[in-house]
């Protein structure tokens, strides 16, 4: 293990420029790969903070008692759909009216808005299937006048999220077969540039094991470099554009970590495949 390190390592001093070429594009590879990441993760976050808006409203008829209310709001609360439940009065509703829509204030005189029951539904239950679901269920009490949920903007959130989260997995999986084919491409130039090299390792008799190792740690840490350079290029590139273009948030440390052991891997990966082609033709 230490003389394949050894080895690896004088690799990279015997061949500086070649070595700084292999590890610039794996790093602009897993750089185009993170990039779409970083997308993917902040359309994720912004569709669920819409998902979290997705709520069902119950007008409750006027003289309603507080003990019938208090009894809906207990049940409700139980439906394992459920997240939350909140008892908004006739005062609180027009307090609120006022103080969102004041430019409708004159709408409000009156002061006639009834009282409502919100829920809030758990993660998980806010696709148009479970909301319809808790509607029905409301409408079993007498004194609920009228249910609200939007649902032909559910609809439109939940069919969202299933084409981004398709085209999602779909682009990321060819990004990341694009940055593999190049990441091995580039390895098995290396590999070639060093033929020679392997062809007197056979002749002296070294084994394929033997042979394999000081390539397979120039590899990994060739996928590691380029991981982190990758990283670094993708902060910047979040920096800038949290400060002229739109705020969004970045990787966390555990996801951060995950790409730049994933580029090494690759480059682990890459490499035993083009040294495992290379010596079966040697």
């Given at each position: 293990m230490n003389l394949a390190l050894r080895e690896a390592l004088r690799a990279f001093r015997?061949?500086?420029?070649l070595s700084a070429l292999s590890v610039t594009t794996i790093a602009f590879s897993l750089f185009a790969f993170g990039l779409f990441g970083l997308v993917a993760l902040n359309l994720g976050s912004a569709l669920a903070q819409i998902e979290e808006r997705v709520e069902v409203r119950a007008f409750i008829a006027s003289g309603t008692s507080p003990e019938a209310t208090a009894a809906v709001v207990g049940d409700v609360g139980s439906f394992p759909e459920v997240a939350?439940?909140?008892?908004?009065?006739?005062?609180q509703a027009l307090d609120r009216a006022r103080r969102e829509l004041g430019e409708f204030e004159d709408v409000f005189e009156a002061g006639i808005l009834p009282a409502s029951i919100e829920v809030r539904l758990r993660d998980g239950f806010r696709d148009p299937e479970s909301v319809r679901?808790?509607?029905?269920?409301?409408?079993?009490?007498?004194?609920?006048d009228d249910i609200r949920y939007g649902e032909e903007w559910v609809e439109k959130v939940y069919r969202l999220?299933?084409?981004?989260?398709?085209?999602?997995?779909?682009?990321?999986?060819?990004f990341a077969l694009v940055a593999i084919i190049i990441i091995s491409s580039t390895i098995r130039m290396a590999i070639l540039a060093r033929s020679r090299e392997i062809r007197i390792m056979r002749l002296v008799g070294a084994t394929n094991q033997f042979i394999r190792g000081p390539f397979l740690i120039d590899g990994f840490l060739k996928g590691l470099l380029g991981g982190l350079v990758a990283l670094l290029?993708?902060?910047?590139?979040?920096?800038?554009?949290g400060q002229y273009v739109v705020q969004a948030t970045f990787f966390g440390t555990r996801l951060a970590v995950v790409g730049v052991l994933a580029g090494?891997?690759?480059?682990?990966?890459?490499?035993?495949?083009?040294?495992?082609r290379h010596l079966g033709k040697v």
């Open positions: 015997r061949a500086p420029m939350s439940v909140r008892f908004v009065s006739e005062v679901s808790v509607s029905k269920r409301l409408e079993v009490y007498d004194f609920i999220r299933n084409i981004a989260t398709a085209a999602g997995l779909s682009l990321g999986l060819i290029l993708t902060w910047v590139t979040f920096e800038f554009v090494a891997l690759i480059g682990l990966l890459g490499s035993a495949v083009s040294v495992g």
